[in-house]
């Protein structure tokens, strides 16, 4: 009876040994300084409306067949012609879902990318800055946004795709911008645009250099082992629990 017991015990830790939550960032789409720099969609004072798709491949190596529980996403002024910048935008609402379309299919119709599974992670005011250092070489990850609702990506199922809505009412004494961004074919990301705010916007290849902060979370068959390996040792520690009373 008491290899078994050992054995249990050994599943167990096993299985809890994969739960123990990992961190990993993701840059996208790779790491450096970007070719371009872009001021959509955080420098517009009207009603705009921000699409960026993210291409799954980039996030299925760091999470290993583990989904991605949303932590922060990142981002940051352009090198050299970002400057020191401090907003704040009102009538705020940032989704990511996951979403069937990629660079190369992304529509100028904003409500048919957004898939099935969109979640609000943000929404009301927001403000933030960035300073700008002098010299070349990218910039600190000094935009950051902390979601207030929680969100899991699953790279299998599609690409990311991040949905912004605001208007940037105040502005510090320089204004805000312009951002980091990529302009390549085939780099894995595109956007699309609106000002004012509309159902349909102009899709682009350039995407805003990201960087995202995941805790890596066990796929559900991996939750379902643990808890057969708590029954187990449930199940065999009875009989021991009884001969023990026995003895009394």
């Known amino acids: 009876m008491t290899s078994f017991k050992s054995l249990a015990i050994v599943v167990m830790w096993l299985v809890a040994s994969q739960l123990k939550a990992a961190t990993v960032g993701v840059e996208y789409p790779t790491s450096g300084e970007g070719n371009t ?9 009207i009603d705009a409306r921000y699409q960026q798709v993210y291409d799954a491949a980039r996030f299925a190596i ?16 352009d090198s050299p ?15 990511l879902s996951t979403t069937p379309a ?3 299919s992304l529509s100028p119709v904003f409500v048919q990318n957004v898939g099935l599974d969109a979640t ?8 933030w800055g960035a300073s700008h250092a002098p010299g070349p070489g990218p910039q600190n990850w000094d935009l950051i946004l902390t ?6 990506y699953d790279p299998s199922r599609g690409n990311l795709l991040l949905d912004y809505r605001g208007t940037l009412s105040t502005t510090g004494p320089n204004g805000f911008g312009p951002l980091d961004a990529y302009r390549l074919a085939g780099d894995g990301t595109a ?5 004012p705010n509309s159902g349909m916007g102009t899709v682009d290849t350039t995407g ?3 960087f995202f902060g995941f805790t890596l979370v066990p796929e559900p068959d991996t939750i379902v082992l643990f808890g057969i390996g708590a029954a187990v040792l449930w199940v065999i520690r009875g009989p021991m629990r009884k001969r023990k009373n026995a003895c009394h």
Not at 37 to 45: D, G, K, L
């Open 147 to 152: 979601p207030t609702a929680p969100f899991l």
């Open 62 to 77: 760091p999470f290993q067949g583990n989904l991605g529980r949303l932590e922060y996403i990142a981002f940051r002024l």
């Open 208 to 210: 805003l250099t990201t």
């Open 37 to 45: 720099n872009s001021i959509v969609p955080f420098s517009y004072i």
């Open 120 to 127: 609000v992670i943000f929404s009301g005011t927001l403000t």
């Open 191 to 195: 956007s699309v645009f609106a000002a």
């Open 81 to 95: 012609a970002g400057y020191s910048s401090l907003g704040t935008y009102t009538n705020v609402q940032i989704s």
């Open 102 to 104: 990629s660079e190369g």
